[in-house]
């Protein structure tokens, strides 16, 4: 209804409507109700023998003005043309208006396609007369007709003459105008490349569009040729592929299902567009639909590699080693026993990252922008891991026994404690694993983000199972079990040496509370470690009595509410506008703005994803960024240094982290000038860092 609207509007507009256009001929540019059109040529002089060569139109707009694309959109007209010629050059000379890629257009509800600024529509003109030409110029003119619109419309024609001189041999090229059909003709669309292809199908509201171009595309824009075919201001959802994307458009409800073959513009994000016609099925071709079931077994299976050298990152890895401990202690049960404990350690991985991926695909279906490690970026959430870590400090330092002071009763019940005890281990190394991103994983996340939701829990079940895989192992092959080293004293004190890694962890969370919090916040931070040092100190004291369980309970509430009030009380706005220094080097705040203009420029830009909870990003910075022939290396190639900090929340990031086919930190993307991104490993080196800078050392020398 509203394009219904939208076209009787401007068609009463045009009844109404006076002409903007003079009937005069003009060879001069022709100036008229905000545009100023010409006709121009690439060559100064036509050959009287035949020459090939280039016509424009060539319109300059005022700012919030526009013409059209060959189909408008919703509404608006695309500029026509006629010609007027010598009666010895042949009518088919001329060959018909090229339109370059267009852009999207909104208006209101409705979307049009179309042009702002300048924009240059080339003519390739084919000129071979039948017999000999005596003449000494060619004169050309075009009679035009257009229409210009911002928030109205306004109808406009002219006549514009160009007058090229004829001589015996080729005229050279016109070097004023080089420039603009150089631009016009590179922005043309172009045929899909042979090692390409696109299939459509259709539902009876979608028309999908697969597209496979050898490599991943985060993004792109479809412009059908014809009317009337989708809803074009409805949002096209782009998933990305391995090695292309798939695009999700919505058909225009009056549209029957599609018989004739679809002939559309694909536009990629650096402006190339693809022009094709493909046939449109009633369902998703086999072979696509096998091509997407392989790329969801490689990516989950990188989740599931990425899972498993998750074990060996610093977060993870003292929990883990807890573990190994408790395997040890219980080397003599029985088989049934060491399996049961390896299932329910497997549970807890299991359930926590159901738990997470639906908490993530609820807040993205509500338009959040979230991503993984979100839960750090909250000084409430550090707060209560740093606590309950430092807890769990005390009772492996020796202070008190955890079953034997919360259980009194019964060996069924202390063996049902038991297996509580992997299934809440399982959760903590999910807890603790989510700062870190390993290897191989942050490709997967990214993708597993962008998928339905059945997808997503696939790769995340698979990333789960892949931290869960060591241990595992073990209770399922009891016969390994007799590697390990047999029961004795010595296990007590590798016990509370095992409380070092789980203090220094809880020093981490303090930094990393502060960064959130504030300075000031701190200090009741570490007011609940000594409420929970004192509840320790309780049930060691009196084990295995209710008065003193529910004392230390008390404590650890009021250990846990202390830091989350001062948080809310003192917690500091982010300094976004501050350029961060690291040794000789000055690291400039993310921003989308300052990027895309570097870009435009021809600047090569380095940007580190970071976040103050990620001990990955820490390792990354203080073992190969700072170091200092990375340094100069970024010095001597004149490489812009951004950071993109996500300690805190920022949409920006996290969208720019999406477009990256990201959803978590750490992550560096290389942006060499106009170069699509270059993304490096999760786990940095120098020789990986020294690689890419002289990669764009090498490009600016081209």
Request: charged share 10%; with cysteine.
């Amino acid at each position: 209804m509203l394009r219904g609207f939208a076209a009787a509007f401007v068609l009463l507009f045009l009844a109404h409507a006076t002409y903007s256009g003079a009937q005069r001929i003009s060879v001069e540019p022709l100036a008229v109700d905000h545009l100023q059109v010409e006709l121009i040529a690439d060559t100064t002089a036509v050959d009287r023998a035949g020459q090939d060569f280039q016509l424009g139109l060539h319109f300059h707009l005022e700012p919030g003005w526009h013409i059209y694309w060959v189909n408008a959109g919703d509404s608006g007209q695309s500029p026509s043309v006629r010609w007027s010629l010598p009666a010895w050059m042949p009518a088919d000379s001329i060959g018909p208006m090229q339109f370059p890629v267009p852009q999207r257009l909104p208006l209101g509800p409705l979307m049009d396609f179309g042009y702002e600024g300048d924009v240059l529509l080339p003519i390739a003109v084919h000129f071979h007369p039948t017999g000999a030409v005596h003449d000494s110029t060619l004169p050309i003119t075009a009679s035009l007709h257009w229409l210009v619109c911002s928030r109205v419309c306004i109808p406009g024609k002219g006549t514009i003459a160009l007058t090229l001189p004829m001589r015996a041999t080729s005229g050279q090229t016109n070097t004023q105008t080089a420039p603009l059909f150089q631009h016009a003709l590179a922005t043309l669309p172009k045929p899909l490349p042979s090692e390409a292809n696109i299939t459509a199908a259709q539902s009876a509201s979608q028309l999908i569009l697969t597209v496979y171009l050898g490599h991943r595309v985060v993004s792109a824009e479809f412009y059908p040729f014809e009317q009337n075919l989708i809803v074009n201001a409805a949002p096209q959802k782009v998933e990305p592929l391995s090695d292309g994307f798939r695009i999700f458009l919505q058909k225009d409800s009056s549209v029957a299902p599609m018989q004739q073959p679809l002939h559309g513009l694909i536009v990629l994000p650096d402006g190339t567009g693809y022009e094709f016609t493909t046939p449109i099925s009633a369902v998703a071709p086999v072979h696509s639909a096998a091509k997407a079931k392989q790329g969801i077994l490689r990516v989950a299976l990188l989740a599931f590699l990425g899972g498993i050298l998750l074990n060996l990152m610093p977060c993870v890895f003292p929990v883990l080693f807890i573990k190994g401990l408790a395997l040890v202690q219980s080397a003599t049960e029985e088989r049934k026993r060491l399996r049961a404990h390896g299932l329910m350690y497997t549970l807890g991985i299991l359930v926590s990252f159901w738990s997470i991926v639906a908490a993530l695909l609820l807040l993205r279906a509500g338009g959040s922008h979230i991503g993984w490690g979100f839960q750090f970026q909250s000084p409430g959430f550090v707060s209560c891991i740093a606590v309950l870590l430092f807890f769990l400090g005390l009772s492996l330092a020796g202070q008190f026994e955890i079953g034997l002071s919360l259980t009194s009763t019964g060996g069924a019940l202390a063996q049902r404690t038991g297996y509580a005890g992997s299934f809440f281990t399982g959760i903590l190394a999910t807890v603790v694993a989510t700062p870190c991103t390993a290897p191989l994983m942050g490709a997967a996340i990214g993708y597993a983000l962008a998928q339905p939701a059945i997808v997503s829990f696939i790769i995340f079940t698979a990333l789960a199972m892949g931290l869960a895989l060591p241990y595992v192992l073990l209770t399922l092959q009891p016969a390994w079990t007799r590697m390990l080293p047999r029961p004795g004293p010595w296990m007590e004190i590798l016990k509370q040496a095992t409380a070092i890694p789980i203090f220094g962890t809880g020093i981490w969370l303090v930094w990393v509370f502060a960064q959130a919090a504030g300075g000031n916040a701190v200090i009741f931070l570490l007011m609940g470690f000594l409420l929970t040092a004192i509840a320790g100190w309780a049930l060691g004291r009196w084990p295995a009595r209710t008065a003193s369980t529910l004392v230390a309970i008390l404590l650890l509430i009021a250990a846990l509410w202390l830091p989350i009030a001062a948080a809310r009380r003192f917690r500091v706005a982010p300094s976004a506008t501050s350029a961060h220094v690291t040794g000789s080097l000055q690291w400039e705040p993310y921003s989308a703005q300052m990027l895309a203009e570097d870009r435009a420029q021809g600047k090569a830009v380095f940007v580190d994803f970071t976040a103050a909870w990620c001990l990955s990003c820490q390792v990354n910075e203080r073992v190969v960024l700072d170091r200092e022939d990375v340094q100069q290396a970024f010095r001597k190639s004149g490489v812009v240094l951004m950071r993109a900090d996500w300690t805190r929340h920022d949409d920006a990031i996290t969208e720019a982290l999406a477009q990256l086919g990201r959803s978590g930190v750490p992550a560096y993307a290389l942006y060499d000038g106009e170069q699509a991104p270059r993304l490096l490993p999760e786990v940095l080196t120098p020789g990986i860092v020294l690689d890419a800078l002289r990669s764009v050392s090498a490009h600016a020398k081209k």
